[in-house]
C-alpha cells in the first residue's frame, strides 16, 4: 500500500536520486554521496517553511515517488490561495 508522508531529511538521497533520473535532471542533478549542501539547505529551508509540503509517496517502506507543493496567496477568486505543484517523480 502506497502511503503519502511530509519527507525527512532521512529521505533526500532518494528524492535527489528521483529528480536525477530522467533526460533534464540527469544534467542538472547530483545525486552523489554524500550529497552536495546545497541539497541540504534547501530541504532545511523548505521544511522550516509553513507554506511549502515536500511529501514523499512511500511503499512497504521505500520511497517511491516525490513532490513539492508550494502554497501561494492571490487576489483573484476573491483571495484564494492555491498551491504550485512541482518536482513531481515516481
Excluded at 532518494?14 to 530522467?22: F, G, P, S, T, Y
Amino acid at each position: 500500500m502506497i502511503t503519502f508522508r511530509r519527507a525527512q531529511a532521512s529521505d533526500l538521497p532518494d528524492i535527489v536520486a528521483m529528480l536525477a533520473d530522467d533526460p533534464l535532471g540527469a544534467g542538472r542533478e547530483d545525486a552523489s554521496l554524500p550529497l552536495a549542501q546545497g541539497y541540504v539547505d534547501a530541504f532545511n529551508a523548505i521544511d522550516a517553511d509553513p507554506k511549502q509540503l515536500l511529501a514523499v509517496a512511500v511503499d512497504g517502506g521505500e520511497v517511491v515517488g516525490t513532490l513539492q507543493i508550494s502554497f501561494l496567496a492571490g487576489l483573484s477568486r476573491k483571495g484564494a490561495w492555491r498551491g504550485q505543484i512541482e518536482a513531481v517523480r515516481v
